[in-house]
């Protein structure tokens, strides 16, 4: 009994954390650049391809399963390439649409995801069937009689490193000074000669190689990565994000545990809860945004007459 | 405008004329496009529409000399335009293909006006469309298929259940706005399209089979339809009741465009604040909009379910309320003609253009973008309203 619970609670955190991934990079893109990236979802999902393509090459060229240092630079690689991926993204088609009004933005970057996910179906090989995913980490670690596998931990330790590192230059560095001011007041930033499309780059690639972290980690767990994955995914991050308020990082993480902890839930207790998973999230998401329109940490948008 | 007493008669001869020629010139290219097998002909005829578009775009007095002639003949572009739609199935050579597209559509050309009430007149993101195009659809089938309802009485009826959902949909409208509405649809909409796949009587995922065709006086519409001796394919049974339902959609667009509520959907558009100070309820014109869309959708989804006689989940997807919304936003928002062109060329266009039929899905996504950066008023940009004269 109590092992089955650890392994809830396991599953929940890890998930909770893969989701807080991809959460926060919505988060961030909108505080700094007010713009619903829809796509962030796919964009996250390029990068387990990546490291596949890449990982599959390797072992190719060397005839037998590649070293682990070759498996480790070809994440590394995926996380870096999707990362500026984001920023060709950006610069090719988001950017036009900055001071658009809202909806644009977003009906724009629905579709953008939709041409991302029918490219990797048409380019990448076999690009419509589903893709076996390596568990990254193999081996489990046996605690108090419940044995844990090393991939979830590796999974929230990456994940509380990221977002731990992405909060620390936020808040302690020049670098997140300059992204603070111009998410404020993008003219006055220019003024003290911060140049915003420069933050706007740099934003752009750091959500998104957070994003690719999310989502290779989210092919690791499935054991499996498919072209439309990323509807999942991106729907996900961005509910979570919405929850918690968007713009707000800790919200973004709060929104996180709590659509995870729903999920995990369902799943153990609703018989064929897997299936309608997204039901019960979306009934959360509709909920909460009924009584705080806000989300959870949002802020409120007071408008005086 | 004012046209002077000599110049009246031969003013009036040369609008009826331009009136004529641009319907009957427009009807012409359909039927090419429609009959058109190489896609070399496609492309042409598509190259040739784009010449003429930009052409209108750089001879303003051109394009205001055309609407001046339909603004000063209403009733005869009108009566023509019926007659032309009534005409229209006997000039495809029987081409039951081609009669196929234009139903679908005509059902899409309904839906994009259903979302414009939302997307173009009042500015509200609605991701959901299909699903109530879906709830319409399923609504009808079960009735027809569990309890032998006629179509013709579980038409109004699943148009009820549709815009209940619709309602339901609205209220959280009230407390949301912009990027969390958005959301709030897109989860309706992902709702609605699991428990469809999921649950035990809508036939999970291998949807419903064997939805009866409508009667008429004894008519089946499963039989071909007879005018006169000529006979058409069945398929221009349901031709005519979708053309009735665009007809329909087109009168309600118009008299909603030019009431109150229309204009009270215009002020929510251009600032809510506003609008409010005004003593606009927005909260009931936002549920109304919602509303209104789920009606119309409904009615287009028990049409499509007689048709085809089939439905399951995979046809009311998130991809076709983006579809739908990629129809209002190319076409033109707030504007009826944009709204029906815009739905018209974006269903049949991956269908004509079969070489790349692998890649439709991609198509649509590069539409979507490419109209958004370069038109981004769409085909035929919204207009000015005019008041008084």
């Given at each position: 009994m109590t092992e089955q619970l650890v392994q809830q609670l396991l599953n929940w955190i890890t998930l909770g954390s893969i989701y807080a991934l991809v959460a926060v990079g919505f988060s961030l893109l909108f505080g700094v650049l007010n713009i619903i990236h829809f796509s962030h979802g796919d964009v996250s999902l390029l990068a387990p391809f990546l490291a596949l393509a890449a990982v599959q090459t390797v072992s190719a060229s060397v005839g037998g399963s590649p070293a682990v240092v070759a498996i480790v630079l070809s994440v590394l690689l995926a996380v870096i390439v999707t990362g500026l991926l984001g920023v060709v993204l950006y610069y090719l088609v988001i950017k036009r649409f900055q001071n658009a009004p809202a909806m644009m933005a977003l009906v724009a970057t629905v579709a953008l995801g939709i041409v991302l996910r029918e490219l990797i179906r048409h380019l990448y090989p076999q690009g419509s069937n589903p893709h076996a995913v390596p568990r990254l980490v193999p081996g489990s670690i046996e605690v108090l009689g419940v044995t844990i596998p090393a991939f979830n931990l590796v999974a929230i330790l990456v994940s509380v490193l990221s977002v731990g590192l992405l909060f620390y230059m936020l808040e302690r560095t020049r670098l997140g000074l300059h992204i603070k001011a111009v998410s404020q007041d993008r003219d006055a930033a220019r003024l003290i000669s911060i140049s915003p499309a420069r933050i706007f780059q740099i934003t752009f690639f750091i959500a998104s190689a957070i994003g690719a972290i999310g989502g290779l980690f989210f092919a690791g767990y499935a054991g499996i990565v498919r072209f439309d994955f990323s509807v999942d995914v991106g729907l996900i991050g961005f509910s979570a994000a919405v929850v918690g308020g968007l713009g707000s990082m800790p919200g973004a993480i709060i929104g996180s545990l709590l659509i995870a902890g729903l999920d995990t839930l369902v799943q153990a207790t609703v018989p064929n809860g897997a299936s309608y998973r997204l039901v019960f999230v979306f009934l959360l998401v509709i909920c909460v945004l009924v009584f705080r329109p806000a989300g959870l940490l949002g802020r409120t948008i007071v408008e005086k007459v | 405008m004012s046209v002077t007493a000599t110049r009246g008669t031969s003013g009036a001869a040369t609008a009826l004329s331009i009136v004529a020629l641009t319907e009957i010139g427009s009807a012409a290219f359909l039927r090419q496009f429609l009959l058109a097998e190489d896609w070399r002909v496609v492309v042409g005829l598509l190259g040739f529409f784009a010449i003429v578009l930009v052409g209108l775009q750089r001879l303003p007095t051109v394009e205001a000399r055309i609407e001046g002639a339909f603004s000063a003949q209403s009733r005869f572009a009108t009566l023509l335009g019926i007659a032309i739609v009534l005409l229209f199935?006997?000039?495809?050579?029987?081409?039951t293909y081609a009669l196929h597209l234009l139903i679908i559509a005509q059902l899409y050309a309904v839906l994009a006006l259903a979302l414009n009430f939302q997307l173009?007149?009042?500015?509200i993101p609605n991701f959901a469309t299909g699903a109530s195009y879906g709830i319409g659809a399923y609504a009808s089938a079960l009735l027809a298929l569990n309890w032998d309802v006629s179509f013709w009485l579980a038409l109004p009826a699943a148009a009820v259940v549709a815009t209940i959902f619709g309602f339901v949909l609205g209220v959280p409208s009230m407390r949301t706005r912009d990027s969390y509405l958005a959301l709030v649809t897109i989860a309706f909409g992902v709702v609605v399209h699991q428990l469809l796949n999921n649950l035990e009587f809508t036939g999970g995922p291998n949807g419903l089979v064997g939805i009866p065709a409508p009667e008429l006086f004894g008519h089946s519409f499963a039989s071909p339809l007879v005018i006169f001796g000529h006979s058409l394919p069945s398929q221009a049974n349901f031709y005519y009741l979708s053309a009735a339902l665009v007809g329909v959609s087109i009168l309600f667009a118009a008299r909603l465009h030019h009431s109150r509520i229309g204009l009270a959907w215009n002020a929510l558009r251009a600032d809510e604040l506003a609008a409010r100070c005004q003593g606009i309820n927005a909260t009931w014109y936002k549920v109304l909009a919602f509303v209104v869309d789920a009606f119309l959708a409904g009615f287009a989804g028990t049409i499509y379910a007689f048709y085809v006689g089939f439905i399951s989940p995979d046809n009311f997807t998130f991809l076709v309320s983006v579809t739908i919304m990629t129809m209002v936003i190319a076409g033109g928002m707030d504007n009826t003609l944009g709204v029906i062109v815009g739905a018209f060329l974006l269903t049949m266009l991956p269908e004509k253009l079969r070489a790349f039929s692998d890649y439709r899905i991609l198509f649509f996504g590069v539409t979507v973008i490419a109209f958004l950066m370069i038109r981004p008023q769409g085909i035929f940009p919204q207009r000015l309203r005019r008041y008084g004269g």
């Amino acid at each position: 009994m109590t092992e089955q619970l650890v392994q809830q609670l396991l599953n929940w955190i890890t998930l909770g954390s893969i989701y807080a991934l991809v959460a926060v990079g919505f988060s961030l893109l909108f505080g700094v650049l007010n713009i619903i990236h829809f796509s962030h979802g796919d964009v996250s999902l390029l990068a387990p391809f990546l490291a596949l393509a890449a990982v599959q090459t390797v072992s190719a060229s060397v005839g037998g399963s590649p070293a682990v240092v070759a498996i480790v630079l070809s994440v590394l690689l995926a996380v870096i390439v999707t990362g500026l991926l984001g920023v060709v993204l950006y610069y090719l088609v988001i950017k036009r649409f900055q001071n658009a009004p809202a909806m644009m933005a977003l009906v724009a970057t629905v579709a953008l995801g939709i041409v991302l996910r029918e490219l990797i179906r048409h380019l990448y090989p076999q690009g419509s069937n589903p893709h076996a995913v390596p568990r990254l980490v193999p081996g489990s670690i046996e605690v108090l009689g419940v044995t844990i596998p090393a991939f979830n931990l590796v999974a929230i330790l990456v994940s509380v490193l990221s977002v731990g590192l992405l909060f620390y230059m936020l808040e302690r560095t020049r670098l997140g000074l300059h992204i603070k001011a111009v998410s404020q007041d993008r003219d006055a930033a220019r003024l003290i000669s911060i140049s915003p499309a420069r933050i706007f780059q740099i934003t752009f690639f750091i959500a998104s190689a957070i994003g690719a972290i999310g989502g290779l980690f989210f092919a690791g767990y499935a054991g499996i990565v498919r072209f439309d994955f990323s509807v999942d995914v991106g729907l996900i991050g961005f509910s979570a994000a919405v929850v918690g308020g968007l713009g707000s990082m800790p919200g973004a993480i709060i929104g996180s545990l709590l659509i995870a902890g729903l999920d995990t839930l369902v799943q153990a207790t609703v018989p064929n809860g897997a299936s309608y998973r997204l039901v019960f999230v979306f009934l959360l998401v509709i909920c909460v945004l009924v009584f705080r329109p806000a989300g959870l940490l949002g802020r409120t948008i007071v408008e005086k007459v | 405008m004012s046209v002077t007493a000599t110049r009246g008669t031969s003013g009036a001869a040369t609008a009826l004329s331009i009136v004529a020629l641009t319907e009957i010139g427009s009807a012409a290219f359909l039927r090419q496009f429609l009959l058109a097998e190489d896609w070399r002909v496609v492309v042409g005829l598509l190259g040739f529409f784009a010449i003429v578009l930009v052409g209108l775009q750089r001879l303003p007095t051109v394009e205001a000399r055309i609407e001046g002639a339909f603004s000063a003949q209403s009733r005869f572009a009108t009566l023509l335009g019926i007659a032309i739609v009534l005409l229209f199935p006997f000039l495809l050579e029987k081409s039951t293909y081609a009669l196929h597209l234009l139903i679908i559509a005509q059902l899409y050309a309904v839906l994009a006006l259903a979302l414009n009430f939302q997307l173009g007149s009042a500015n509200i993101p609605n991701f959901a469309t299909g699903a109530s195009y879906g709830i319409g659809a399923y609504a009808s089938a079960l009735l027809a298929l569990n309890w032998d309802v006629s179509f013709w009485l579980a038409l109004p009826a699943a148009a009820v259940v549709a815009t209940i959902f619709g309602f339901v949909l609205g209220v959280p409208s009230m407390r949301t706005r912009d990027s969390y509405l958005a959301l709030v649809t897109i989860a309706f909409g992902v709702v609605v399209h699991q428990l469809l796949n999921n649950l035990e009587f809508t036939g999970g995922p291998n949807g419903l089979v064997g939805i009866p065709a409508p009667e008429l006086f004894g008519h089946s519409f499963a039989s071909p339809l007879v005018i006169f001796g000529h006979s058409l394919p069945s398929q221009a049974n349901f031709y005519y009741l979708s053309a009735a339902l665009v007809g329909v959609s087109i009168l309600f667009a118009a008299r909603l465009h030019h009431s109150r509520i229309g204009l009270a959907w215009n002020a929510l558009r251009a600032d809510e604040l506003a609008a409010r100070c005004q003593g606009i309820n927005a909260t009931w014109y936002k549920v109304l909009a919602f509303v209104v869309d789920a009606f119309l959708a409904g009615f287009a989804g028990t049409i499509y379910a007689f048709y085809v006689g089939f439905i399951s989940p995979d046809n009311f997807t998130f991809l076709v309320s983006v579809t739908i919304m990629t129809m209002v936003i190319a076409g033109g928002m707030d504007n009826t003609l944009g709204v029906i062109v815009g739905a018209f060329l974006l269903t049949m266009l991956p269908e004509k253009l079969r070489a790349f039929s692998d890649y439709r899905i991609l198509f649509f996504g590069v539409t979507v973008i490419a109209f958004l950066m370069i038109r981004p008023q769409g085909i035929f940009p919204q207009r000015l309203r005019r008041y008084g004269g």
